[in-house]
């Protein structure tokens, strides 16, 4: 019995890792856009290709995941605390389904179950927020945040098209979603961005390939979204080696998860630096913002965990299961300081991927809107050592590690 269990567990292992491995290989190539904000929140939250815009002004997102679900309601503040002194300026979180409806029709906003005073919370500490409510979540919670009665239902088939799944997936939206639309920043809120649904394989960013996703959209703006939205999640994973080019895009560039740990890690991580490198090279290749899952994993109370983790889901995150900071909340927290104080350049530059193998002669350019010009391709880079120089007013010049081999410097 022993063994047999050990075999399901190394099964049930691989499957995972092999589902993670093909949704990463399918996120790098998938949509990554947003639709846009309503009209009415456009003063207050609004993007283009360049970057973010909040109030009108260039701002880079440097946000960090942290579940009011797998934290006490009174360690929410303190938590919350010490991701804002790292640097961050949001908060990423799941609105978990079955955490809120445990029995049917019966629902819990209570305590540490109220996901509002969570959000006005965020505000009062001048964070923004990003809420993603699902309907299905994974985020190694049970059920991937599905009620445990949704199983026994008649002819239910999650995440596609069915009457009868839309309507109960229409009822938890009839709750949760009208706190997070209270809760925008158009209404003088946290809330930012939405993500609806999770990790989809048919969908991501602003693809709706059927009625199930249809839907989803539908519901949520008749119960007042109006932030920027997108599908499933964009840019799982590390950053790659190959930057992007903003020219001809429309929506920023943005990953909704950032690994710095990973589910089944407790303490510290061993590399903390390789964290710091990824940031680095995010920013250097012209990213414009960025979540880390999870800066505080937190615990899994009762019996809320998945089949493949515990209680603790410490995460080996930067702010420890108890609350201690671990070597890498510094070192992330000197990455998100460098993006929001130069959020003006990283917000409104448009970046141009050029090949270290192709010669674009010398007077071909990387172009900053604000600085025209002083950021240009060099010969060193066009003999092929993948390397960029960036000559900026006060000084300079200063290398951007293209190559992926070392942390930007």
Known sequence: ????????????????????????????????????????????????????????????????????????????????????????????????????????????????????????????????????????????????????WLRFKPGVKVREPNPQFEMYVGRWFDKIMPIISANQISHGGAVIMVQLENEHPLAAGTD???????????????????????????????????????????SPWFTTEYYPGWYDIYGPVDNPEERLHDTWKLLSQGGNGYNYYMFHGGTNFDYTNNNEDAASYDYGSPIGEAGDLRPDYYTLKNAALFATSFQDILESSVNRYRRPDKDYGSKERLRHDRFPGQLETRPEY?????????????????????DGDSACR
Request: charged share 15%; hydrophobic share 40%; proline share 7%.
């Open 382 to 402: 066009r003999a092929g050592e993948g390397r960029l120089r960036a000559d900026l007013p006060g000084g300079g010049p200063y290398p951007i590690q293209q």
């Open 1 to 148: 019995m022993r063994i047999l269990n050990k075999l399901r567990f190394s099964l049930l292992a691989a499957t995972f890792i092999t589902f993670y491995n093909l949704w990463f290989s399918l996120a790098a190539g998938a949509n990554d856009s947003m639709f846009p904000p309503a009209v009415q929140a456009k003063p207050f939250i609004n993007f283009d290709g360049r970057g973010f815009l909040i109030h009108g002004k260039r701002t880079f997102i440097a946000s960090g995941c942290m579940d009011y679900a797998r934290v006490p309601r009174a360690l929410w503040r303190d938590r919350l605390l010490r991701m804002k002194r790292a640097g961050l300026n949001c908060v990423e979180f799941y609105a978990f389904w079955n955490y809120h409806e445990p029995h049917e029709g019966q629902w819990d906003f209570s305590g540490s179950h109220d996901v509002n005073s969570f959000l006005k919370l965020i505000h009062q500490m001048n964070m923004y927020a990003i809420v993603r409510p699902g309907p299905y979540v994974c985020a190694e919670w049970d059920s991937g945040g599905y009620p445990i």
């Open 208 to 250: 709706m390939p059927n009625n199930y996703f249809k839907y989803l959209q539908a519901k949520a703006v008749a119960l007042g979204l109006q932030v920027p939205y997108f599908f499933s999640g964009v840019h799982h994973g590390n950053p790659g080696n190959i930057p992007w080019d903003s020219v001809g895009r429309s």
